[in-house]
């Protein structure tokens, strides 16, 4: 079972590249929980839930090891996601919003702190459980500002807060180079479709926002 997960087991070679089934199921199963949630739909958690678990495996097989324990904090959320999409009733939904400017700064003050922690621990994770991690953390301070970006952009879309998607677009197009130059380049291409749609993501909630707002101030009006 250990060898169907190893990035050492290929499932195809397309023009040179040689795709691993972790990697190429990983994929799919993020694109389809990507797609299953713009629509709403619930099965989006239980599959995401598979590609944290296989995408957990693959990270730690590359040292990306920020990236790897990150799938734990979706896996948790995942579980949390899946539960409360049984108990959501019609209508219940926060309005979307802009962080406040107070807000803002402890998002910044929040990633700063977060990424050097991170990335100091990440750095030296190799020297403090060599039996656990082996091979030192490729790009640990890249990776784990990442990661914590991740983490705030996931509260603030949970929040509905526009700025939520500022964030998918930084961390996306991050991963998109980072996981070419690390050798999983159908992990990248995944990302650079999740670049554009946290593109389209952004614009669509700035519409929502300001035809909420116009249809506010024209009751107002009234």
């Not at 678990?53 to 949390?80: A, P």
């Not at 700025?163 to 996306?172: K, Q, R």
């Amino acid at each position: 079972m250990a060898d169907f997960f190893s990035i050492h087991n290929i499932l195809i070679e397309i023009w040179g590249y040689k795709m691993s089934m972790v990697e190429f199921l990983g994929t799919i199963t993020g694109l389809l929980a990507v797609l299953l949630a713009t629509q709403s739909n619930i099965w989006s958690w239980p599959i995401g839930i598979v590609n944290f678990i296989l995408s957990f495996l693959l990270f730690y097989q590359v040292s990306l090891y920020s990236d790897m324990f990150l799938q734990i904090y979706y896996f948790i959320t995942g579980i949390y996601g899946w539960i409360y999409w049984y108990g959501k009733k019609e209508g219940e939904q926060t309005p979307i919003t802009y962080l406040t400017k107070r807000g803002r700064l402890v998002h910044t003050s929040l990633t700063i702190v977060g990424t050097l922690g991170v990335g100091y621990f990440m750095s030296h994770i190799h020297q403090l459980f060599p039996t656990a991690f082996p091979k030192p953390a490729a790009y640990p301070y890249p990776d784990s500002f990442v990661a914590v970006l991740s983490i705030l952009a996931n509260w603030m879309l949970a929040q509905r807060r526009i700025e939520n998607w500022v964030l998918w677009i930084i961390i996306d197009a991050i991963c998109t180079v980072m996981y070419w130059i690390k050798g999983i380049q159908f992990f990248s291409l995944e990302y650079f479709i999740f670049l554009i749609m946290a593109i389209y993501g952004l614009t669509n909630w700035i519409n929502i926002y300001n035809k909420t707002n116009m249809s506010l101030q024209s009751e107002e009006a009234l």
